[in-house]
């Protein structure tokens, strides 16, 4: 066991207690890195190796010098006296979708590679200012568009740590592949419809969307205006709440960061889950299978492989011996049109937010010749945004062009509406089901293999069927691991709550991390780690 | 069944969207919008109650935790010079921008 695996808990004391220096710790994951991240992600970067094929790829950006000064300056601190923060020493990653200033802040889009941040969003700042080190910026899909991180500009993207012809899942892939393989301890993610849940369960890793509005946004390259949520990902719950703990709370640079004090998510972290009520729902072991190539709005639906159904009814009766109440059968009748609704509004307000990219103010300008400024706009975005971003545009001015925005846009806001109804009424505390948590599975799937569905714009979103209505509602959820499946890789099991409920989320968690703590499947590592 | 965004279509959506395309990058977004279109048609399958509200997010923001609005007050940037030389083209603090020709509102 070597530093850059112990838990940010653990090197938080082992750190103040100056039993190893923040330096010393830097230095663990840097090593780490070193032995499994291969080259990382640039643009045009040739064919792969065969060395490619068996490394992780976490990084676009690693920032060793900026990362020492940080860990000298909390061993600094620890010599004077001075608090060095909740975080002190801890390695974290940021995905590259957060501007730090003066560091490069890409989005893993050709359009910002050239771009150096002149500020740092709150959550890395916060983190930052709580003594976490930041080791670098980590890939994702192109603007976060995507649930694989295949589609970023920078390639290699990032692979499975526990099998590295797999892909990490995304768009936060580089964050939890960073954590999973032990580069860093914590990592910064987004969640716009599942991209740090998703992959949190790809990777075998704890990784949280707050509710909208817990963490600000600001600094944040914007996708999803409406949906986008920075969280955490760890590798313990503990490390979560702690994460959570730091960049949670109001933030005047954003007007819908909500006005409310953060909680001590680590005070009643152990308080147990009895007589908590906690929901399974018949909707969330139905997965839907688009077919939509064979001409009509023909969909499938199919249970949930068994061995993810099995991962939850285990986690189910683990609570229920913790003295937990299960409630089964909670309606959520609205969760198969969760993509559908997504498709109409994260476009809408992806295309909006995309118009600023014009090859003037910052970013990519065209070398290309041109006779006038709709010229250059044209031809700048054309060369900069790769095939996902330009599918978004399309889609969002089509839906919401006002011939068809009552058939698509509005009617989908509607939608929106009643999948939120679905979560009011099971979570009511004087309704019928007064759950305190819906228990599910996170993804339909284990971990795709790489290739096998990038460019099928319709499946990839699909894999995000069972976390995006949480981002339509708002509510807060996290994914954490429930088991191995027999294809060797991780399942998540995903805990979602009312409206800033991730105190309670975080306890039902920890409460069912540690009674499975001597499950066999608890000691199977990753891949590039054995 | 014929696709709902013809190749006229397509064509006035690249205008809007301040694109040009290829012919195998139109081909193909044009065929993945299809796509998308068909799984959103699922949406007319749902019977919406005229009283459904639309939703523009989740979480609903009463006053009790809306942020206050700040004072609208004028601060200066720090670093000015660094934000103006992320531009890509710039001279004596101005940005460049190739012609930008008349054009009469319609």
């Known amino acids: 066991m070597e530093l850059c695996d112990l838990t940010a808990l653990e090197l938080v004391q082992i750190v103040r207690q100056r039993r190893a220096s923040a330096v010393e710790v830097l230095e663990s994951c840097l090593k780490r890195t070193a032995a499994v991240d291969g080259r990382p992600g640039v643009l045009d970067s ?41 975080l002190a020493g801890v390695p974290f990653t940021a995905k590259d979708i957060f501007c730090v200033k003066d560091t490069p802040s890409t989005a893993a889009s050709r359009m910002l590679a050239n771009f150096v941040a002149p500020y740092t969003a709150t959550p890395v700042a916060r983190m930052e200012a709580a003594g976490a080190v930041m080791v670098g910026k980590v890939n994702l899909d192109e603007y976060t568009y995507g649930s694989s991180t295949e589609s970023s500009a920078f390639q290699p993207s990032t692979r499975n740590p526990w099998d590295t012809a797999r892909v990490p899942g995304g768009s936060s892939g ?120 064979s001409g009509g709005a023909a969909y499938q639906q199919q249970p949930v492989p068994p061995e993810m159904e099995r991962s939850v009814r285990h986690a189910a009766e683990v609570l229920a011996g913790l003295g937990a109440e299960i409630v089964e059968d909670v309606p959520m009748p609205n969760t198969r049109y969760g993509i559908p609704v997504y498709f109409v509004i994260s476009r809408v ?92 599975p996170t993804t339909p799937t284990t971990a795709f293999p790489m290739a096998a569905v990038y460019g099928d714009s319709v499946l990839m979103q699909y894999a995000d069927q069972l976390t995006v209505p949480a981002n339509h509602a708002g509510v807060p959820g996290i994914s954490l691991p429930g088991g191995i499946a027999p294809d060797g890789l991780p399942i998540g099991i995903q805990f979602l709550g009312p409206d800033f409920s991730e105190g309670r989320l975080l306890q039902i968690s920890r409460a069912y991390e540690l009674a499975t703590q001597g499950e066999p499947w608890r000691k199977v590592r990753p891949g590039v780690l054995r | 069944m014929t696709d709902e965004i013809t190749p006229e279509t397509f064509a006035y959506l690249i205008g809007l969207a301040a694109l040009e395309l290829d012919e195998k990058q139109a081909e193909y977004l044009r065929s993945e919008l299809n796509h998308q279109l068909k799984a959103i048609h699922e949406l007319e399958a749902i019977p919406l109650d005229e009283n459904v509200p639309i939703s523009l997010h989740g979480v609903p923001y009463p006053p009790e935790i809306s942020p206050a609005l700040r004072q609208d007050e004028w601060q200066p940037d720090p670093n000015t010079t660094a934000i103006l030389e992320q531009a890509p083209r710039q001279a004596d603090r101005y940005i460049e921008v190739p012609d930008i020709p008349h054009t009469t509102l319609e």
């Open chain 1, 46 to 86: 040739g064919p792969l190796t065969d060395e490619d094929r068996q490394t992780v790829h976490a990084f676009i950006t690693l920032t060793p010098e900026r990362a020492h000064a940080q860990a000298a300056e909390v061993d600094r601190k620890l010599v004077a006296g001075e608090d060095p923060g909740r």
């Open chain 1, 174 to 293: 580089g964050s939890v592949a960073s954590v999973a393989a032990g580069e860093a301890v914590l990592s910064l993610g987004t969640d716009t419809a599942g991209s740090i849940r998703q992959p949190a369960a790809f990777c075998g890793v704890v990784g949280m969307k707050p509710t909208y509005g817990r963490v600000s946004r600001y600094g944040l390259i914007a996708f999803g205006s409406s949906l986008d949520c920075p969280g955490p990902v760890g590798r313990t719950v503990t490390d979560t709440a702690l994460m959570l703990q730091v960049i949670a709370g109001p933030d005047p640079h954003d007007s819908t960061a909500a006005a409310l004090p953060t909680p001590d998510y680590l005070a009643n972290l152990e308080a147990g889950v009895k007589g908590l009520r906690i929901g399974l729902s018949p909707e969330y072991f139905q997965i839907t299978f688009p077919d939509a190539r």
């Open chain 1, 349 to 440: 307000e992806a295309a909006s937010n995309l118009h600023r990219y014009d090859g003037v103010k910052y970013g990519y300008r065209t070398a290309q010749p041109v006779r006038e400024l709709k010229d250059l706009y044209r031809k700048s975005r054309s060369e900069g945004f790769g095939l996902q971003p330009k599918l978004r545009i399309l889609m969002g001015m089509y839906v919401s062009a006002a011939q068809y925005s009552a058939q698509y846009y509005k009617r989908a806001l509607r939608v929106r509406s009643l999948i939120r109804q679905d979560f009011e009424q099971a979570f009511d505390p004087n309704g019928k089901y007064r759950l305190d948590a819906l228990l599910t």
